[in-house]
Every structure is written in structure tokens, then in C-alpha cells.
């Protein structure tokens, strides 16, 4: 079992699917196929972690929101 330390937080050395996570940022389905096809990019095709890591920060900008369940 690993552990979560908080001196690991910033650079991550696994990979974490929350689709809950996911959600709370605005997220749908077409997002999520995008998450799948930058997952099969790393672990299929071989593309670099540096390029899909580009990837994946671009994409995450468009996602700066947290939403919830309740609006106010």
C-alpha cells in the first residue's frame, strides 16, 4: 500500500482516475474520452510523459472552476 505524503503532492509519480474530481471541474463526457485517449496515448502508443503532461496541462486550463452539487 503506498502512502500519501505531502511532499509528493506536487510531482505525482502515479496515476489517479476521479472521475468525481473530474466532474467538480466542469467535466462531461466528451472530456472524459479525452482523459482516455491522453491515458492510451502514454500506455499505448509510448508517447512521452513530457507530451502528453503538455497535454494534459492545456487542457486543464480551460477547467479553472469548481462546481458543485448547490449554486449560491
Known amino acids: 500500500m503506498m502512502s500519501s505524503r505531502p ?3 506536487d510531482e505525482p509519480s502515479g496515476l489517479r482516475i476521479g472521475s ?3 466532474t467538480r ?3 462531461k463526457e ?3 474520452k ?3 485517449d491522453l491515458i492510451v496515448s502514454l500506455l499505448e ?3 512521452s510523459a513530457e ?3 503538455k497535454k494534459v496541462v492545456a487542457f486543464r486550463r480551460s477547467f479553472n472552476k469548481t ?3 448547490f449554486e449560491e
Open 7 to 9: 511532499e509528493d503532492w
Open 20 to 22: 468525481t474530481e473530474m
Open 25 to 27: 471541474y466542469g467535466m
Open 30 to 32: 466528451q472530456e472524459m
Open 34 to 36: 479525452y482523459i482516455a
Open 45 to 47: 502508443k509510448k508517447e
Open 51 to 53: 507530451q502528453v503532461k
Open 67 to 69: 462546481h458543485y452539487c
